[in-house]
């Protein structure tokens, strides 16, 4: 098993990754509204030294959490992420990470795949 995080950094895209996900085999996945340390500390600066920089009203990010049988999915979830939001290496984009679980207790068992 294996847990993913991403922190989506285009809130208007979430619906779109969500089907993204679920068609590469997520089968769940918990959203969290959130903030990062940068949208933090612009909301305590100023208005006028802001100039070209995000508004501190800016809607905030999404960060999402599943929990993955294959790493497979993971590399499949990757390459759908990056396929909609662009390269993760560019700003603005996003943060994805994923790690190994040792142990991993209440979730309900993969339905089994038709035909077997």
């Known amino acids: 098993m294996f847990m993913i ?4 950094d285009q809130p208007d895209q979430l619906d779109a990754l969500l ?3 679920s068609a590469v ?9 959130s903030t990062g340390m940068y949208r933090k500390q612009m909301k305590h600066i100023p ?7 995000p508004s501190p009203e800016e809607e905030g990010n999404y ?7 294959q790493e497979e999915t993971v590399r499949s979830c990757l390459r759908a992420t990056e396929e909609l939001v662009g390269d993760l290496d560019a700003p603005n984009t996003g943060v994805f990470a994923s ?3 040792t142990t991993v207790k ?3 068992p993969t339905p089994p795949i038709r035909g077997e």
């Open 106 to 108: 209440g979730l309900p």
């Open 25 to 33: 085999g997520v089968r769940g996945v918990t959203i969290l509204e």
């Open 19 to 21: 089907e993204a996900w």
């Open 47 to 53: 208005m006028r030294y802001l100039y070209g920089c």
């Open 63 to 69: 960060t999402l959490v599943a929990i993955v049988e």
């Open 5 to 8: 995080f991403f922190v989506l």
């Open 99 to 101: 790690w190994p679980l």
